[in-house]
């Protein structure tokens, strides 16, 4: 018997925000994989799987990639049903692609279910909309790992055309402030940080582009992903975060108590 491989999208970390294709392909996993910022609630929806963790964070060092393309090979030929889990969007600085690739590769069936990006989530979460009529008409995605990647594309860039959004960037922070600001964005420009965003550590630094270089990390934040957001729509939050996330709704409350 073939097994087969499901790369899985979990989203921001709130199991609320998985699709329903993800937790009924968890609900009957055999085997699963997980990266580090998958939330402990999240992999509770796999009950009869054997879980392993091969994230960076997992309490041991990385992983490195190949053997975890082994781990997933190896499983499916023998029989099982795979979850691979990556936190938001497994093609978006997942390395996703990487793993589909091999699996391909190696002739093990397998299939893609998206995830909520924490690019879009972790801002939306907010009462930031990455789009807005008449105040950015598109968003650019970059990764802060390595100025090497966020540099060219960020230069390539006019000034204010586009919402700047930065996964992977807490360390980068000085470098991309210095850059955009040396691209001619006004220093004014708010900018927004969203830590553990959906989580109910869930924290936001707010500033602007001239002080983000310097900007303290809250100590509740400390050790939380965090995710930069760069532009004139940060703003909007001011209104939209106030009424979205300030008033708590009786059908908020009955969810939350429906879910347990
Ligand atoms: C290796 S990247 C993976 C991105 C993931 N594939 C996605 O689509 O969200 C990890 C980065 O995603 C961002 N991130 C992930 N979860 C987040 C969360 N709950 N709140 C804010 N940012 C988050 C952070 O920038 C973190 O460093």
């Given at each position: 018997m073939?097994?087969?491989?499901s790369?899985?999208?979990a989203?921001?970390?709130?199991?609320?925000?998985?699709t329903?294709?993800a937790?009924r392909t968890?609900?009957?996993?055999d085997?699963?994989?997980?990266?580090?910022l998958?939330s402990?609630?999240?992999?509770?929806?796999?009950?009869?799987?054997?879980?392993?963790?091969?994230?960076k964070r997992?309490?041991?060092a990385?992983?490195r990639?190949e053997?975890i393309h082994?781990l997933?090979?190896r499983?499916?030929r023998?029989?099982?049903?795979?979850?691979?889990?990556?936190?938001?969007?497994?093609?978006?600085f997942?390395?996703?692609?990487?793993?589909?690739?091999?699996?391909a590769a190696?002739?093990v069936?397998?299939?893609?279910v998206?995830?909520?990006?924490s690019?879009v989530?972790?801002?939306a979460?907010?009462?930031?909309?990455?789009?807005?009529?008449?105040?950015?008409?598109?968003?650019v995605?970059v990764?802060g790992?390595a100025?090497?990647?966020?540099?060219?594309?960020?230069?390539?860039l006019a000034?204010g055309?586009?919402?700047?959004?930065?996964?992977m960037?807490?360390h980068?922070?000085?470098?991309?402030?210095?850059?955009?600001l040396?691209?001619g964005?006004p220093?004014r420009?708010p900018v927004?940080i969203?830590?553990?965003?959906?989580?109910?550590a869930?924290?936001?630094?707010?500033?602007?582009?001239a002080?983000?270089?310097a900007a303290?990390i809250?100590?509740a934040?400390t050790?939380?992903?965090?995710?930069?957001v760069?532009?004139?729509?940060?703003?909007l939050?001011?209104v939209?975060?106030a009424?979205s996330?300030?008033?708590?709704?009786?059908?908020?409350e009955?969810?939350?108590?429906?879910?347990?």
């Open positions: 073939s097994g087969f491989v790369l899985i999208g989203g921001p970390g709130d199991p609320d925000l998985l329903v294709r937790a968890l609900a009957q996993a085997i699963v994989f997980y990266d580090a998958v402990a609630e999240t992999l509770a929806l796999a009950p009869r799987a054997q879980r392993f963790g091969v994230g997992c309490g041991r990385a992983i990639q053997t082994a997933l090979i499983a499916a023998r029989g099982k049903r795979v979850v691979r889990l990556k936190g938001g969007d497994p093609f978006v997942g390395r996703g692609g990487e793993e589909a690739l091999a699996l190696a002739g069936a397998f299939e893609v998206p995830g909520l990006t690019a989530t972790a801002p979460l907010a009462g930031i909309p990455v789009t807005h009529r008449g105040v950015a008409s598109a968003f995605v990764s790992h100025e090497s990647s966020f540099r060219p594309v960020l230069e390539s000034p055309v586009a919402t700047i959004v930065v996964l960037g807490l980068a922070r000085a470098a991309l402030a210095a850059l955009l040396g691209r964005m220093a420009t927004a969203l830590f553990g965003a959906s989580t109910e869930a924290a936001v630094w707010r500033g602007d582009l002080s983000l270089g303290v809250p100590e934040a050790g939380l992903p965090g995710t930069i760069i532009g004139e729509v940060v703003s939050a001011d939209i975060a009424r996330n300030g008033s708590s709704s009786q059908w908020q009955e969810r939350r108590h429906a879910r347990g």
